[in-house]
């Protein structure tokens, strides 16, 4: 997701390819789609995104039916970006395809037990991300270029950046000190998802003024999601030890 993201906006940067309907204006599009169908077109980051995330679901799950979700809605969100009429085929196969090859190649790196081949790999998306920051702070684009595309560019870059280094922090953590435990009883599942997200939403709205008070406006954003990541990935689950064992005692005492 991380290496789909950064490479999804660095080419659509580069390639500056507009929407369909701006190169073609007979192009038909469901107006619907219109408002939200901002920036240039190629690739598609819905497709790209859809197919790594739940492509990465497919190949990780032992649940068939997982699977077969997974997999249904990776075909159908490119397939519906075309349907809108905000992507052209090259747009969403280009992004589909990115994906899958992310996955194959990256999936054996993520399957692997060694921390080392972990720590290689949020090396990489950290030099990547920082890639991305210099090209769109440093390359002087065109003055006709869509002013949209360079501001979620920079937005896309210091918000990646914030996150990988979270998670280069989270990572170790976690792993050594952490090691949260997933199961629990329902109820108690219940409270970690609804707890834990507006945990979340705290941190990534609730800091964005203090933030930007003390920080310019991107490197505020920076910091955000690096807590962002830091409160999901570490502070969080520090909890759910308590959490199921708070279940189990009340199973106890109920028989």
């Known amino acids: 997701?991380?290496?789909?993201?950064?490479?999804?906006?660095?080419?659509?940067?580069?390639?500056?390819?507009?929407?369909?309907?701006?190169?073609?204006?007979?192009?038909?599009?469901?107006?619907?789609?219109?408002?939200?169908?901002?920036?240039?077109?190629f690739p598609s980051g819905h497709s790209q995104n859809a197919v790594a995330t739940f492509g990465g679901v497919a190949l990780t799950s032992h649940n068939r039916r997982i699977q077969i979700i997974a997999v249904v809605i990776a075909v159908l969100v490119p397939f519906s970006r075309m349907y809108l009429g905000v992507h052209t085929p090259a747009d969403v196969l280009t992004g589909s395809l990115l994906s899958l090859g992310f996955l194959l190649v990256l999936k054996p790196m993520v399957s692997t037990s060694k921390t080392t081949a972990m720590r290689d790999l949020i090396g990489f998306l950290f030099a990547l991300a920082v890639c991305l920051l210099l090209y769109v702070e440093l390359y002087s684009f065109p003055e006709n270029f869509d002013a949209h595309n360079l501001t979620s560019g920079l937005k896309n870059a210091y918000t990646m950046l914030g996150c990988i280094i979270g998670l280069g922090i989270v990572y170790p953590v976690e792993k050594k000190y952490v090691k949260f435990e997933t199961k629990a009883t329902w109820w108690v599942q219940i409270i970690k998802v609804l707890f834990g997200l507006a945990a979340v939403l705290l941190v990534k709205e609730g800091l964005r003024v203090p933030l930007e008070m003390i920080?310019?406006?991107?490197?505020?954003?920076?910091?955000?999601?690096?807590?962002v990541v830091l409160t999901a990935g570490v502070l969080w689950p520090m909890t759910f030890r308590w959490f199921s064992k708070m279940g189990v005692k009340n199973e106890l005492r109920n028989n």
């Open 1 to 41: 997701g991380f290496v789909g993201t950064i490479v999804n906006q660095f080419l659509k940067l580069v390639c500056a390819v507009p929407r369909p309907w701006v190169q073609d204006p007979n192009f038909t599009i469901v107006e619907a789609a219109r408002d939200a169908a901002t920036g240039y077109s």
């Open 215 to 227: 920080l310019p406006l991107y490197p505020a954003r920076a910091v955000r999601y690096f807590l």
